[in-house]
């Protein structure tokens, strides 16, 4: 008999408070593994490094990767964990210095470390709640490089 709860069970963390968050910022739950159109997650992705907890995608790609921990575990550590799954999902599309999926996530349902792969220089930080699908989209159409080379004529 197992004496789970919310403090001792990642699953009980994912569905009290991983899956509503994600469903009232606009990634609701279908089964399946194949990105769609429309924003989504999927549950359990595999990547060639072993599934992630969460696959957030649009545009028939997946956009973010979310490594879930029980509330008894600070989440920061874990980030590498969807680094790993991030490196490991190679049919997406996308390719950032070896990162398939550009966002990535952690949570222990309470605290959120997210960082953007796309550029070396980017860092984790904590953020108060997962991005919705339109500002990932926003993030995804930014040039960061682009953004660096105006800030450095700025100093000029």
Not at 25 to 52: C, D, V
Request: charged share 20%.
């Amino acid at each position: 008999m197992s004496n789970a709860s919310p403090l001792n069970s990642e699953w009980l963390t994912r569905k009290q408070h991983i899956d509503p968050a994600l469903k009232t910022l606009g990634w609701p739950y279908i089964s399946g593994q194949m990105p769609k159109s429309e924003p989504h997650r999927l549950e359990e992705f595999e990547t060639a490094n072993g599934p992630a907890d969460y696959a957030l995608g649009f545009d028939n790609r997946i956009v973010g990767v979310v490594e879930a921990k029980k509330l008894t575990l600070g989440p920061q550590n874990v980030l590498t964990k969807a680094e790993r799954y991030s490196r490991g999902a190679s049919s997406n599309g996308f390719n950032f210095a070896g990162f398939h999926i550009p966002f990535l996530y952690s949570t222990n349902g309470q605290v959120i470390w997210f960082r953007d792969a796309r550029h070396p220089l980017n860092r984790s930080r904590r953020v108060a709640t997962f991005h919705t699908p339109a500002a990932l989209r926003a993030l995804l159409n930014r040039d960061f490089d682009a953004a660096i080379a105006v800030l450095g004529a700025l100093a000029e």
